[in-house]
């Protein structure tokens, strides 16, 4: 027996601005708006909710991080937008990836990478 799907939910103070962000500057599908909840497809199976909440305690150490070939081009889209990267692409050699940081309007952390160890594989 095994899990169909995974959805992560985080609380933000401004949903309008966040639903702003994930829909129009990282272009994912809303799967199902709840009115105080959004719910994003990032993957087959892999989702993302944001539900509205009037007081939000910091999350040290949450970072979404959304995995692609595409780390340079996220950059100049995310630029294009006027989003502030935090960190530009660069390899990291002890984890063997290529990543950049950015945060989204709730201050969360986000990392957009590649994967440049061999013996990864997303399909396991």
Known sequence: ???????????????AQTAQFY???LKLRLALDQTR????????GGFLGFCLKDEIK????????????EVDHWQALLTEHSVPIETPPVFN???QIYQMF???????????QRFE???WNAQS
């Open 1 to 15: 027996m095994s899990f169909d799907s995974f959805i992560t939910f985080l609380p933000t103070q401004n949903l």
């Open 23 to 25: 829909e129009e500057v």
């Open 37 to 44: 909840c959004r719910i994003y497809r990032v993957v087959q």
């Open 58 to 69: 910091p999350q040290e150490g949450v970072i979404l991080t959304l995995v692609t070939e």
């Open 93 to 95: 050699p002890e984890f």
């Open 102 to 112: 950015l945060r989204d309007p709730n201050d969360y952390l986000i990392e957009i």
């Open 117 to 119: 160890d061999p013996r």
